[in-house]
Nanobody, 119 residues
Framework: QVQLVESGGGLVQPGGSLRLSCAASGNSFSTFDMAWYRQAPGKERDLVASIASSGPTNYATSVKGRFTIFRDNAKNTVYLQMNSLKPEDAAVYYC?????????????WGQGTQVTVSS
């Protein structure tokens, strides 16, 4: 069982920055594909950014050029650097891990961290 623990959420003014962190337990982190999702009240949970175990990244159109996902395998941690934040970025942000073992894919989710963007 893998545990994901997010941190770094909070209140920020429009135009500000935040860095979210997600620490994973265990010793297989480097093999996981990782991602950040977000869910605003009354909306579906949407992919924000992903990073494969081999390094390629992918971003939602709405955050391209503002957000950066990166990982530190030595620290079992994935990060989401969020710049130029907008009120519409406010949501609960969830860390996600995909662990491929044999023919199975196991999904793990963190508990979420709240990001509020308001003046």
């Amino acid at each position: 069982q893998v545990q994901l623990v997010e941190s770094g959420g909070g209140l920020v003014q429009p135009g500000g920055s935040l860095r979210l962190s997600c620490a994973a337990s265990g010793n297989s982190f480097s093999t996981f594909d990782m991602a950040w999702y977000r869910q605003a009240p009354g909306k579906e949970r949407d992919l924000v950014a992903s990073i494969a175990s081999s390094g390629p990244t992918n971003y939602a159109t709405s955050v391209k050029g503002r957000f950066t996902i990166f990982r530190d395998n030595a620290k079992n941690t994935v990060y989401l650097q969020m710049n130029s934040l907008k009120p519409e970025d406010a949501a609960v942000y969830y860390c996600y891990a995909a662990h491929y073992t044999g023919f199975a894919k196991i999904n793990y989710w963190g508990q979420g961290t709240q990001v509020t963007v308001s003046s």
